[in-house]
């Protein structure tokens, strides 16, 4: 297990540092492929040593080879995330159908991220494409039947999303929630029944609550991205493997 664990964890260090291309380029409508990754100040062509994820930045003692500049802390820290995401889908599910939706899951999540902190922007390919292999994973796994009745779950959360953002909208006098929210909840409702969906992005809005007050005083706007933390929610309902009845349970003192 321990082999697998390690073999999950570098395949999700060099998914995540390709997701952080992904998250940095969709939004600016550039090519993920072409030109190949480069210093963002000087355009020095990187080579292969200087794409190692998270050992080529601390090699480099977080500097451009050729410009010394320095590299943003989020390619790492990212590219870790993601690492420990892919050893963490693997350790609670194994090598199970069930496994899919959490890579998935955690993909996204790095995506969003990076796009989301950076430009406040979730690219609508990458929901786009989340959902219909979401959409596969559920015919495979529960048919076609059960597999369009989570297509409606995702609807559901999508009309309560725009719901809530014309609420937030009309009491606020100002944009409450982004577009690429609203989306997002769509394809993410997917993974679960509305009630786990609602619970999770419950514990998305607790999660951001301390955020934006980060938000607020380091960025001086009311600004938030999140996208982030709605996936996190997510992930936090998807690895903890909660169902319907524990939490019935819970919230009743049922033992």
Known sequence: MTIYL??????????????N?????LPKKESIIYPSSHCPKCNHKLS??????????????????????????MYPVMELISGILFALSYYSFGLTLSIIPALL????????????LNYYIIPDSILAIYGILMFIYNIISKG??????YVVYGLIMFIFMYLLMKLGNFLFKEESLGGGDIKLMGVLGQ????????ISLALASLIAIPSSLFFNIKKKDNIIPFGP????????????KLDLQTILDFLTFTK
């Not at 390690?6 to 997701?19: A, E, Q, T």
């Not at 899951?105 to 989301?116: E, L, N, P, Q, R």
């Not at 933390?229 to 903890?240: D, E, K, N, V």
């Open 6 to 19: 390690i073999l999950f964890f570098i395949i999700g260090l060099l998914f995540g540092s390709f997701y």
């Open 144 to 149: 076609f039947l059960e597999a369009c009745t």
């Open 191 to 198: 993974l679960f029944n509305p009630f786990m969906s609602f």
């Open 21 to 25: 291309v992904v998250g940095l380029r």
């Open 229 to 240: 933390f709605i996936t996190g929610g997510f992930l936090i309902m998807l690895f903890s």
């Open 48 to 73: 292969w040593y200087e794409l190692i994820p998270v050992l080529s930045y601390i090699f480099l003692k977080g500097k451009c080879k050729n410009c010394k500049e320095k590299i943003s802390i």
């Open 105 to 116: 899951t955690s993909s996204i999540f790095v995506i969003i991220v990076v796009s989301d």
